[in-house]
Nanobody, 116 residues
Framework: QAQVVESGGGLVQPGGSLRLSCVAS????????MGWHRQVPGKERELVAT???????NYADSAKGRFTISRDNAKNTVYLQMNSLKPEDTAVYYC??????????WGQGTQVTVSS
C-alpha cells in the first residue's frame, strides 16, 4: 500500500532545532518532487520547501536561511532540518510526494510546537 510517513516532530524552545523525516513506501515509484508543507488551524496549508529528484530546491521566504531540505533517493526519504525555530513555525508539518506520473501523496502530518 502506498503511504508516506513523517516523523521527528515535537516540542522545542525558540531558537532550537528539529529534524523531520519522511519515508515514502517502496510502492511509490518514480518520485519527482518531495516536499514539506505546514498548516495551522484556520489557515491554508503552505509550502515550506521542496526538492526534486535532481536535487533542485525551493524554499518559502520564511524558511530561507533557517531550514534545509535534503533527500535520499535510494531510500525514498526526505528530511527537513529546521534551525533557529520561532513560535510562528508552530504547525502541523506534512510531507508531500509527487511522482513523474503526476500522482500526489500526502502524509498524516507531524506536530511541531515552538514554545518556551
Amino acid at each position: 500500500q502506498a503511504q508516506v510517513v513523517e516523523s521527528g516532530g515535537g516540542l522545542v524552545q525558540p531558537g532550537g532545532s528539529l529534524r523531520l523525516s519522511c519515508v515514502a513506501s517502496a510502492s511509490i515509484l518514480a518520485i519527482f518532487v518531495m516536499g514539506w508543507h505546514r498548516q495551522v488551524p484556520g489557515k491554508e496549508r503552505e509550502l515550506v520547501a521542496t526538492i526534486t529528484s535532481g536535487g533542485s530546491t525551493n524554499y518559502a521566504d520564511s524558511a530561507k536561511g533557517r531550514f534545509t531540505i535534503s533527500r535520499d533517493n535510494a531510500k525514498n526519504t526526505v528530511y527537513l532540518q529546521m534551525n533557529s525555530l520561532k513560535p510562528e513555525d508552530t504547525a502541523v508539518y506534512y510531507c508531500n510526494v509527487l511522482t513523474w506520473a503526476s500522482r500526489n501523496y500526502w502524509g498524516q502530518g507531524t506536530q511541531v510546537t515552538v514554545s518556551s
